[in-house]
């Protein structure tokens, strides 16, 4: 059974930073994509960013410059770093693990982050 674990998350003024980041276990392909998605209450889950083991980094437009999405050296782990937060970067963000052999995705059970004056 695939678990992942995410942490981080939490309160953060405009322009400051957060770091989220989320561990998977459990048998999972040795090639496959993590990544973040957000989704704000009402509205459809977007992706934020992604990496494949094998692959360089995608970034969507809104956070592109901002944020930045790495692996672990340990494991299928992933963080994101969040700089220069905006007030609509509010949201419940998941983390989501694909195996590329299968083509199933897994995910989180979501972390709130709120920038917020």
């Known amino acids: 059974q695939v678990q992942l674990v995410e942490s981080g998350g939490g309160l953060a003024q405009p322009g400051g930073s957060l770091r989220l980041s989320c561990a998977a276990t459990?048998?999972?392909?040795?090639?496959?994509?993590m990544g973040w998605y957000r989704q704000v209450p009402g509205q459809v889950r977007d992706l934020v960013a992604s990496v494949s083991t094998a692959g360089s980094p995608y970034y969507s437009s809104f956070v592109k410059g901002r944020f930045t999405i790495s692996r672990g050296n340990v494991g299928n782990t992933v963080h994101l770093q969040m700089t220069s937060l905006k007030p609509e970067d509010t949201a419940v963000y998941y983390c989501?693990?694909?195996?590329?052999?299968?083509?199933?995705?897994?995910w989180g059970q979501g972390t709130q982050v709120t920038v917020s004056s």
């Open positions: 459990g048998k999972i392909f040795a090639l496959n994509t």
């Open positions: 989501n693990i694909q195996d590329l052999r299968s083509e199933v995705d897994y």
